[in-house]
Structures are given as C-alpha cells and as structure tokens.
C-alpha cells in the first residue's frame, strides 16, 4: 500500500525532493537498487548541496 502511495505522489510531484527522497528509500528497502539511485540522482538535481542524500546514493552503490 505504502508503495503505491509513493510513486502516485511521485507521479503527482516529481519536483518534490522530499517525495523523490521517500521513494528513494522505499525503493532501497525493498533493494531495488536501480529505482532507488534513480530517486536520490533526481533529489540531487533538485538539491545539490544535499550531503544526506548524497551519503544515501553512496550508500546503493556501495551495498548492492
């Protein structure tokens, strides 16, 4: 259910770095990896100076 949620509030607000943030870590939870950098690539573009996402980027492509 909580999935479904995020990617409508994705698909509603895809300039939304929180919602975007959100789904990035729905999507590692559930390790799908290539979603879940996706989502944080996009913050990143929204936020750059983000360190906390930056370190959860790092942290996908580090795990998997």
Request: proline share 6%.
């Amino acid at each position: 259910v909580a999935r479904r949620q995020l990617e409508k509030a994705v698909d509603l607000l895809p300039k939304d770095p929180v919602v975007l943030q959100h789904w990035g870590d729905a999507c590692r939870a559930l390790r799908l990896t290539d979603q879940a950098r996706d989502a944080y690539r996009r913050v990143l573009e929204l936020t750059p100076d983000d360190p906390a996402v930056a370190e959860k980027l790092k942290g996908v492509a580090d795990s998997y």
